[in-house]
C-alpha cells in the first residue's frame, strides 16, 4: 500500500510563491495518476491539477497558469508550485495517487493572506 505524506503549507501573501510536495512511500506502478485537490472551508473538495506517468498534465481553470504540478520519479515525490495565489486558494491541500486503487494523503494547509 502506499502512503502519501504532504508537507510545505502554511501563510503566504498574495502575489508570494509556495511549493508543496507530496513524498509517495511504498512501490508506485509504472502506470498511475497523480493530482492536487483543495478543500476550502465550507466547500467540496476540488480537483486542481493531475499528471500522468506519461507526463501529461491538466489543470482547473481556476488555477491554469499560476499552478504547476511536477513528479519527481526518481524520488517518488509530487510537487505543486503556487506562484501568485490569492485568498480564495486558501484551503487544506492533499494529494492523490490513482494506481489500482485510489490513495491520499493527510493534507497541508495553506492560509494566503497579507
Known amino acids: 500500500q502506499v502512503q ?25 506502478p509504472s502506470f498511475y ?4 485537490h483543495r478543500q476550502a472551508p465550507g466547500k467540496q473538495r476540488e480537483r486542481l491539477a493531475v499528471i500522468t506517468s506519461a507526463g501529461s498534465t491538466t489543470y482547473a481553470d481556476s488555477v491554469k497558469g499560476r ?7 526518481g524520488q517518488n515525490t509530487a510537487y505543486l508550485q503556487m506562484n501568485d495565489p ?4 486558501t484551503g487544506v ?3 492523490k495517487l490513482d494506481t489500482d486503487r485510489s ?6 494547509q495553506v492560509t494566503v493572506a497579507s
Not at 495518476?33 to 492536487?36: D, N, P, R, T
Not at 490513495?103 to 497541508?108: K, S
Request: hydrophobic share 35%; charged share 15%; aromatic share 10%.
Open 67 to 73: 499552478f504547476t504540478i511536477s513528479m519527481d520519479n
Open 93 to 95: 491541500y492533499y494529494c
Open 33 to 36: 495518476v497523480m493530482s492536487w
Open 4 to 28: 502519501l505524506v504532504e508537507s510545505g503549507g502554511g501563510l503566504v501573501q498574495p502575489g508570494g510563491s509556495l511549493r508543496l510536495s507530496c513524498a509517495a512511500s511504498g512501490r508506485i
Open 103 to 108: 490513495n491520499w494523503g493527510r493534507g497541508t
Open 86 to 89: 490569492k485568498p480564495d486558494d
